[in-house]
């Protein structure tokens, strides 16, 4: 007898069953790379999301904590900011009336103060709803002093 007439003495619900054994065990050592299906890994995958379960949980947790963490730095950031643009504010309103009682300055005194005024103006463009008039006419005093001094070489020694 050959093989085929043996062959063909198999019920055909056995070549299907062994087909579909085949067919799973190629599947599970190779991946077939545009349609990617590997049941092994999504089975590993289900059974380590299972046992760490725990730790995921604590790792979502985390990330809601940093992601609160960064909103309140951001608020204390602009808060920090607002209390900085005050300050630069009072140096300037300060220098300010220096100048007006003729107290003169060195140049590197004067640059500082318009720096805190470049500072100022930005947080104010920045910042509409910032109230600036304070310090409108003195800046405009002190940028025109410090162009004076330039001019002449003015400054305090």
């Known amino acids: 007898m050959s093989v085929l007439s043996e062959l063909a003495k198999i019920p055909i619900g056995s070549y299907a069953t062994w087909g579909a054994v085949i067919l799973v065990a190629a599947t599970g050592l190779v991946q077939i790379a545009p349609i990617k299906i ?46 900085n643009a005050k300050e630069a504010r009072r140096r300037i309103l300060r220098f300010g009336d220096e100048v007006r009682h003729g107290q003169r300055h060195s140049k590197e ?17 920045t910042h509409p709803d910032f109230k600036n008039q ?24």
């Open 38 to 83: 590997n049941p092994w890994s999504a089975a590993a995958s289900a059974i380590g999301r299972a046992i760490n379960k725990d730790v995921i949980a604590k790792v979502d947790k985390l990330e809601d904590e940093i992601t609160e963490m960064r909103r309140v730095g951001e608020k204390r950031s602009d808060e920090e900011d607002e209390r």
């Open 109 to 125: 005194h004067c640059d500082e103060i318009i720096l805190d005024i470049t500072d100022y103006e930005h947080y104010c463009a």
């Open 134 to 157: 304070k310090a409108q006419s003195t800046i405009k005093l002190l940028v025109k002093e410090y162009e004076r001094c330039l001019a002449e070489n003015d400054f305090l020694e």
